[in-house]
């Protein structure tokens, strides 16, 4: 995929792509539940102060989301959500989906010992108890 920032260096750099995932998660998620609705007209400066983060993080995610449709740049305004049409949530979906399938496979690549055990432990716990409420 073209465009999305990559994090490469200092541990400084890979928090940033971190807190630009968590900022781009969470605009997304308030676009697709409509709490910012199309038509609304959103800055950089209310999106830092609604998520609580910089000014980096924020223009990233912004960046990220015009790509994919979501929010459309109005220079010296700031950032327009778009309206939302099924083939437009369908490629967010899609993006999210092969985003996420990344994601977790990096990180079964980074898992410890110690994390594995306690994720096979929630697994077992929850197995037992979607088996005891006969849900299985």
């Known amino acids: 995929m073209t465009g999305v920032p990559v994090s490469i260096g200092s541990a400084d750099s890979s ?4 807190e630009t995932d968590r900022v781009e998660a969470q605009l997304r998620d308030l ?5 910012l609705a199309p038509g609304d007209v959103i800055s950089r400066s209310d999106v830092m ?3 609580q983060c910089g000014q980096t ?13 979501l929010v459309v ?8 959500i778009s309206s939302l049409n099924m083939d437009a949530l369908s490629e967010v979906f899609e993006f999210v989906v092969v985003v996420e399938g990344m994601a977790a496979r990096l ?6 010992a110690c994390a594995l055990q306690r994720l096979e432990e929630i ?4 197995d037992a108890l979607a088996t005891s409420d006969g849900h299985r």
């Open 57 to 69: 993080p924020v223009r990233l995610a912004l960046e990220r989301l015009i790509q994919q449709g």
């Open 73 to 80: 740049s109005l220079p010296r305004r700031g950032y327009l």
């Open 49 to 51: 102060s609604r998520l």
């Open 31 to 35: 676009i697709l539940n409509m709490d």
């Open 123 to 126: 697994t077992a716990d929850v």
């Open 15 to 18: 928090a940033t792509g971190s």
């Open 107 to 112: 990180a079964a690549t980074r898992i410890s």
